[in-house]
């Protein structure tokens, strides 16, 4: 199965239904069933203590699949996210940009499942670990 929306495309493609999102991420590299998603950290990101907060890290894990799916499926803003699990393994660096790993195991007509490390910038440890699972809107 090819791509049909490459980086720039799909980045294009997130700005425009997600605007509220933009800027926040960027696609480091993609590739059939897999990408690296960087969330560019901002003050908005932190915590008290200055570590990127739990949901940003949940939003990065879950943006990372759903553009996973969309470079595969093509424009379908209507994909959703049906089941997610998230371990937080270790706290991420201060101020740091994450990186998410992103590699979809399955994709159906129906469901799409992904699984996904994230890192700080820089360090070779996962803080996060998610498995994601993606419902798509059947074909017309």
Same mark, same amino acid.
């Given at each position: =199965?090819? $791509?049909? %929306? *490459? !980086?720039?495309? %799909?980045?294009?493609?997130?700005?425009?239904?997600?605007?509220?999102v933009?800027?926040?991420?960027?696609?480091? #590299? %993609?590739?059939?069933?897999?990408? +690296?998603?960087?969330? *560019?950290?901002?003050?908005?990101? $932190? +915590?008290?203590?200055?570590?990127? #907060?739990?949901?940003?890290?949940f939003a990065?894990?879950?943006?990372?699949?759903? =553009?996973?799916?969309?470079?595969?499926?093509g +424009?379908?803003a209507?994909?959703? @996210?049906?089941?997610?699990?998230?371990d937080? =393994?270790?706290?991420? !660096?201060?101020? @740091?940009? /994450?990186i !998410?790993?992103?590699? $979809? %195991?399955?994709?159906?007509?129906?469901?799409?499942?992904?699984?996904? $490390?994230?890192?700080?910038d820089? =360090?070779?440890t996962?803080? !996060?670990?998610?498995? /994601?699972?993606?419902?798509?809107?059947?074909k017309?």
């Amino acid at each position: =199965m090819a $791509l049909k %929306l *490459n !980086a720039t495309d %799909l980045m294009a493609y997130i700005d425009e239904v997600f605007p509220q999102v933009k800027g926040d991420f960027t696609i480091d #590299s %993609l590739e059939e069933m897999a990408l +690296r998603v960087r969330l *560019n950290v901002d003050d908005r990101h $932190l +915590r008290p203590g200055g570590t990127v #907060s739990g949901p940003s890290i949940f939003a990065l894990a879950d943006v990372a699949v759903y =553009m996973a799916v969309l470079s595969m499926t093509g +424009r379908e803003a209507l994909a959703v @996210t049906t089941s997610c699990s998230i371990d937080f =393994m270790r706290k991420p !660096a201060a101020n @740091t940009d /994450l990186i !998410a790993d992103c590699r $979809l %195991l399955k994709l159906g007509r129906v469901l799409a499942v992904g699984d996904v $490390l994230i890192y700080s910038d820089g =360090m070779d440890t996962p803080v !996060a670990r998610a498995s /994601l699972t993606y419902s798509i809107p059947p074909k017309p």
